[in-house]
């Protein structure tokens, strides 16, 4: 009953998040601006950062059977798990928090559209594009939304000093509020909590940490 009770308030909270907020457009001095579209216009393919490729795979193999909830076809879910690691680490991100904020936002629904007109899996803004990209990108497309997405965390990161929380609530739209941040924390505690994965070899149980 109790973990009934915590999934449907789950799931009150989810439905308010996706229409109660959104991010706020504001003048980005010609620094910040020129950065940002350095970081969004970067051709480079995504790829698994991973110094050991047995964690990369220890990785990805556990969160795509954590996928598996909102996205059926393996191939999508490692396709779209390599992106979020690449764009998360890239920006200097926690791909597990990254994740989580999916989860919040669109849960993995890559034409998710807020009321506010947010676009794809990280809800981003259009008013992105004319700031840091170009109107012919598609947010739609997941590449071009997630490198969007970790772009403006990045931003707003860096903007409260380092203060996720308040990055969280920026990015949301909720500025000095807290139901945000909490509702990130609650899906990265349910779902992308990193744990060392367990597998045989030779007959031996063997567990790999990737999370360092």
Known sequence: MKKLILFIAFSISFINAVVAATQVEEKLSLDVQTVMQSSVLDPITPHLVFKDPKKANAWLDDMSHRLTKWIPDQFLRKRYLTIIQYEATRAGLDPQLVLSLITVESRFNKYAISSAGARGMMQVMPFWQTQIGNTKQS??????????????????????????????????????????????????????????????????????????
Not at 148 to 154: A, D
Not at 160 to 175: I, Q, T
Not at 181 to 209: C, F, M, N, R
């Open 139 to 212: 947010l739609f497309d997941v590449p071009t939304n997630l490198r969007y997405g970790c772009t403006i965390l990045r931003y707003y990161l860096q903007r409260e000093h380092g203060d996720m929380d308040k990055a969280l609530a920026r990015y949301n739209g909720s500025v000095n509020q807290t139901w945000y941040p909490k509702l990130i924390h609650q899906a990265y505690d349910t779902y992308w909590t990193p744990t060392p994965v367990l597998s045989i070899e030779g007959g031996k149980a063997l567990y790999t940490d990737y999370t360092n």
